[in-house]
C-alpha cells in the first residue's frame, strides 16, 4: 500500500491519468478527496514498484508526493524473518547470547606482528582475530598492504591460536585469493555501496561482515545487506563504525542508537568498531561498554603490540595489556546485562 | 604559544610588518624558514590575544594560516582545575561516585500529572524530578507551558517527594520566579549560544544544565560554560541530548562519546539525555545503559503517566512501570562499571 | 488530510480505539485495508490538529507511522497567499524586481568606521546599510558590541548617507532601543529558535530579517517565520547563511538551492549572505553572483575599511574597492536574469 | 615543514626521544620553549612522512598533537601546476574559456531514448552527451543498465550527433569494454573512494570524471584525483553534485562554494551536475545559472524525453523542451562573467 498525494491544483484528468497508470500495473486505487487535498491509496502488491517508477510517479502532472508505507528491503527486515539471524563460524556463534570480540592489527604489517597480537587477544579472551592484507588508504602515498603475503601470515595466526580470520575485501577479483585464507569478509565502509562487490559477495558462502558507510542511513545499509542477500548469501553481519558529523573532536560520531534500532526492525547480527568511531585509544574502552550496554552482539577492536611504530591507525589501537583489562571489564557489563563475553 | 604560516610568496616586508604587529601586542616571535612554508613561533601569553585578533592577523599579506595551540576556553578546562567539579543540590553531589537520574514529565501539564509522576519516580530510584513551565516548541500553535502556575506545582511535587526541581529557563525575564521554585536551572539545546542568558545565569547562585546545542561542536559547548563561568557561577552540568545528523532513523543522534571525551578535557560534571536522543521511547532503555556505560554522571529521562495524552513528547516518554524497571537494570550497569546510582 | 498508519499486527480494537479518538477532536476517517498494512485517512480541518496530538497519536497500541500531508507552517505558506510579500523600507522595497545590497561592517566598532564603510558602499551602489550594536560571539573575553552608542552611530551614518539601517536584536529587552535607531531588526542565526524573542518581534512594526539556524531546516527556518507572522507582523525576510556540514574548508556551507525552494514554498523575500556562508573574503564575490543567478532578492556582504584591524570577521570582509568591483559585476549578472540591483 | 605541539607535562626524555625518532627519518628539528607548551618545529622533506608515520608520531609519550602544513596531495594541488589543466576531447577543451554542457539522460534505456536525447541536446547547445550503460543503484531490484548493449547505443548517438560520450565506470573488470566506446569515464560519488579503481584509472589515457562523494571533503576528493594522477593519468575533471546534510528538502546539498575555493587550490577543471545535486527538476534551472555564475567550467544536466516513463531519476530530470529553453538563459549568465557557453 503507498499513498499519493496531489497537488490543490489538480485536476479531474490528472487523477484519471494516474489511475489508468496505476491499473496499468495492476493496481487498484482508493480515492479520498479532502477539504485540501486529493489522496489516492494503492492497493496490491506494490512491493514490485520499483524506486524507478515511483519518481516516475513523483513527475505525473498534479502529484505532489508519494508516500511509500512498505520498507524497500525485505529479506533483510525482521517481518520477513521474526528470528535472529545466527552466524556460525568455525564453532563459534554470532548473534546468540554470547558476544564476540573481534580484535587485532589494522593491517598485517608482518609475520612477527601478526603471531604476537594473535597470542596476546587470544589469552584476553578474544574470539576472532583481525587484520587487513589489502588495506583501503586515503593516499596513493601510504601502506596499501601487504597482499597475500599478509594473508598467509593471518592463516599461521589462525592456525596457532585457533581464531578465525576476519579480513577485508575490496575488490571482486580478489574473493578467489581471500576465500583460501579467510573466515569472514570484510566489506569496508568505503565500499558500503559498491554494488558489484555486494552482488558478488552475494554469491559466495563465506559471512559478511558489512561496515556501515561514512554517511549511510541505516535504510540505505540495509539495502546494501539486501544486495548481498539477494544473491543468496544470508550470512550477514552489520557493524556500525561511526558516521560523520560535523564534530571534528572524534574521528566519527559513533552511532549507538543504530544498535537496539536495527535489533528491531532486522534480524541480522549488528557489532560495534569503536575504535574508527572515535579513533582516540583512550576513548575505546568507554564506548566498548557502552556498545555493550546497547545491545551490541560484538565488538571488533583494533591493538598493536606497539602502537607508536604502527604503519595505520596507530592513534587508535589498544596495547595488549590495555585491550586484556578492558575484557576483563567488558565481562562485568555484559553480565549485567544479562549476556555473557 | 601560536604558530603562524605564511604563504610560499611571502616577501620579507609580510614578515617584518608580522613581527612588528605581533611585538605591539607585547609577544616575541621565534622563527623558522623551512624549504616550503616559513613558520612563525609566537611566544608569551597568547590567551590574551582574541579570536578576533586572530582573525585580523589572518588576512594580513602573506599569511596562510594560524593555529592556536591554546584552548579558548579556560575556567572550563580540566588543565584550569584538576578534580572534577562536584555539584550539591539540597544534599545531593552531581559528579561523584553517585549517578543521579533526573526524570519527569516534558512539561508541567497539570498539577495531578506532576504529582503523579513525581511520586512514581520518586519511588523508583531517581533523585531530581523534571518537568518543564515555560516550553520551547518548533511551531506557535503548540502548548507553551503553564508558567508561574506549573512552577508552583513542581514546588508542591517537590515538597510531597523530597525531590529537588529542574526546569527550563528561556527568558533572562524570568530569571526571579523561576528562582522561587526550582533548584537547577536549565538551559536549552536551543539557547545553547544566548550568549545573553547565559551572562545572566552567570551571576546567579543557582547550578545551571546546559544542553548541547543541536548541531554545536564539544568545543563550543564548552566556550557556552566558559560564558556562564566568567560571570562567576561554576556549577555548570553539561548535558548530552544528541546532535544533528543527516540519520533520520531517530530524532538526533546521540554523541556518547562526548561523555569519556568531556571527561578528559573538562572537570565539569557530564550527564545525558537520552529521551531527546533517541526520541523513541523503546530506544531509550539501551541508551540509558549505554550512558551509564560510557561514564556518565548522570541521566534525564521523560516519564509521563500517559505517553499517549501527553501534551509533548510523548513518543519518548516511557511510562512509570517501564521506568521502574530500567531502573533496576541501570543498578547493575552501574555496579558493573564502579559505580552507584 | 493526515495518513496514519498501523502495524502489521494491529487489532480491530486497536482500530476502533484510533477512530474513536479522532472523532473525539472533530475528524472522520477513512479506512483501506491492504494486504499488508491498513491505512486510515483522516479526514476534516487537521490543520487544528498540533504537533503534540499527532505524537500522541503515534504512540497509541497497533500505530506505525502518521504522515502529516499539511505543513506546518500556514501564514508563511504561498498557498496562504499567492503573490510575493514585498516589504517596504523608506521607499526601498525588498523582494521585487530590484535586488537589494546590504553592506557594512560586522560590527559598529567606531564612529569612524561606519561613517566611512557608509559612504564608500552608498556609492558603490548598496541600498542599505549593515552594522551590529550588539553581538553574539562565541566567547566571553570576545568584543560584545557598543551597544547604544553603536546604535547612535548608525543612526548618524543614515543621516549621512541616506542608507537605511540593518542590525541585529538578540535580546527582547533592547527592542525599545533599537526601534529609534533602526529599520530592520535582524535576528542572527543563533537565535532563530529562541521562540520568545520571535514572539516580541510578531508584535512589533519594523521589518525582521530572519537568518537561518546554523542547522536548521527549511522547514523549521519558515516555522520561525510563521512565530512572528502569527503575532501580526508579516514583514518578515527571510536570510540564508550557510549550514553547518561536515566540511571544514569553508566557515560554513552555503545552501544556495534553498533560495528557489523557498520562492515555490513560501511568498517571503529571500536574501543572501555570502560572507557568513563561506567565512572567507575571497571567495565571496563568486558566490555572491551565483546567489543572483539562484534567483535571490537581495544580498548581504560584509565590508570593512580595513580588514586587518576589523573587531571581528575580518577574515570574511571585503575590502571597499573590491566590493566597488563586485558591485558592478552583480549588474551584470542581474541583467543577464531580468533583474535590476 | 611539519609542527608536532607537546603536552603540558612532557619531560625532557620525551623530547629526546622525539627528536632522535625524526632525525631517524633524516629530518631537523626546532625546539621553541614556550610559557605553556613546547612546540617542535620539523625541518626538511616532510613530504615524505606518511599519514602513517604522522599517526604513529601522534601517539609518542609526551606529544599532545601534530600539524601539518603541507597538503597531502601534490599532483593535483595549485602550487604544483600553476597553470589550469586543459582537457581536450575529440577537439573540445574543457578548463577553459568555454564552458561545456554535458547532457542526456541518466540511464541508456534503449537505442531510441539516447538517439532522440543526443539529437535534442546537441541542437539546444550541449556539447557532451551522458548516459550510463552500467548504473550503481541502492535497491538490487532497481535497473541495473543495459551494459554492453548501452555503449553501443552511445557509440551510434555518438556517430550521429558528433557529441563525445560520458559514461560511468563502476568496475574495473568493464574497462576494456568501457574505453571502446566512451570518451570520458565517470567515477560516480559512491566510487570515489574505491582506491583499487582509481588506480587503475590512473593507468589509462582516458580523461576521468570524478564526481565528490556523497558526504566527502574536498581534501578527500583531492587525495582520490591524486590516486588517478600517481598513476600517470593527468586528465582528470571534478564534478561536484552535492553533499548529504540534515536538510532533507532537496535530495542532496549542492556545495557550489567547493566551485571558486577548488579553482583556487588546484589546476583541474571543475564541473557541476545540479540534477542529483537537487533532486528536482524544478531547481535544475537556478542551480545552473548559479553554478555558471560561482566559475564552474562545465555543467551536467539530466535530460530525458519523458521523465515520467523514466527508468531512473525521472524527477531530477529536463525535457528537451525546458532544457534548450536553459541553454539559451545560461548564455546570457556566461556572458556576464566573461565567459561563453
Known amino acids: 500500500?503507498?499513498?499519493?498525494?496531489?497537488?490543490?491544483?489538480?485536476?479531474?484528468?490528472?487523477?484519471?491519468?494516474?489511475?489508468?497508470?496505476?491499473?496499468?500495473?495492476?493496481?487498484?486505487?482508493?480515492?479520498?478527496?479532502?477539504?485540501?487535498?486529493?489522496?489516492?491509496?494503492?492497493?496490491?502488491?506494490?512491493?514490485?514498484?520499483?524506486e524507478d517508477e515511483e519518481n516516475a510517479i513523483r513527475v505525473m502532472p498534479g502529484v505532489e508526493d508519494v508516500m511509500r508505507i512498505l520498507k524497500p528491503y525485505r529479506l533483510a527486515s525482521r517481518e520477513f524473518k521474526k528470528d535472529n539471524t545466527l552466524v556460525e563460524v568455525r564453532g563459534r556463534v554470532i548473534g546468540g547470547k554470547k558476544i564476540h570480540v573481534i580484535a587485532g592489527p589494522c593491517a598485517v604489517e608482518n609475520r612477527t606482528l601478526i603471531m604476537d597480537v594473535a597470542a596476546k587477544v587470544k589469552e584476553a579472551g578474544a574470539t576472532f582475530l583481525r587484520g587487513g592484507a589489502f588495506k583501503p588508504r586515503t593516499s596513493p602515498y601510504s601502506?596499501?598492504?601487504?597482499?597475500?603475503?599478509?594473508?598467509?601470515?593471518?592463516?599461521e595466526a589462525r592456525e596457532m591460536s585457533g581464531l578465525p580470520i576476519v579480513s577485508e575485501l575490496m575488490d571482486a577479483r580478489d574473493i578467489e585469493v581471500m576465500a583460501k585464507y579467510t573466515d569472514i569478509f570484510q566489506i569496508g565502509a568505503r565500499n558500503m555501496q559498491n554494488f558489484r562487490l555486494l552482488l558478488e559477495v552475494g554469491l559466495i558462502k563465506k559471512p559478511v561482515l558489512l561496515k556501515r558507510g561514512l554517511s549511510s542511513t541505516i535504510k540505505e545499509w540495509l539495502m546494501s545487506a539486501e544486495y548481498i542477500m539477494s544473491g543468496g548469501n544470508h550470512q550477514v553481519i552489520l557493524c556500525e563504525r561511526g558516521i560523520r558529523t560535523f564534530e571534528t573532536a572524534t574521528r566519527n560520531t559513533l552511532d549507538l542508537s543504530a544498535v537496539p534500532l536495527l535489533k528491531q526492525i532486522t534480524h541480522l547480527p549488528v557489532i560495534v568498531d569503536p575504535s574508527h568511531g572515535v579513533g582516540k585509544w583512550d576513548l575505546v574502552a568507554p564506548m566498548a561498554k557502552a556498545a555493550v550496554a546497547a545491545g551490541a552482539d560484538g565488538l571488533m577492536i583494533e591493538v598493536h603490540s606497539n602502537p607508536e611504530e604502527a604503519m595505520s591507525d596507530g592513534e587508535q589501537s589498544l596495547k595488549p595489556d590495555v585491550f586484556k583489562k578492558l575484557m576483563e571489564e567488558l565481562k562485568l557489563v555484559a553480565s549485567a546485562i544479562g549476556r555473557e563475553i
Chains 1, 2, 3, 4 share one sequence.
Open 1 to 50: 500500500m503507498d499513498i499519493i498525494v496531489l497537488r490543490p491544483g489538480a485536476t479531474e484528468e490528472d487523477l484519471r491519468h494516474l489511475v489508468k497508470k496505476l491499473e496499468g500495473k495492476g493496481l487498484n486505487t482508493h480515492i479520498s478527496k479532502g477539504t485540501e487535498r486529493t489522496i489516492v491509496g494503492v492497493i496490491g502488491d506494490t512491493s514490485r514498484v520499483s
Open 143 to 155: 601502506f596499501q598492504g601487504l597482499g597475500e603475503e599478509g594473508l598467509i601470515y593471518l592463516q
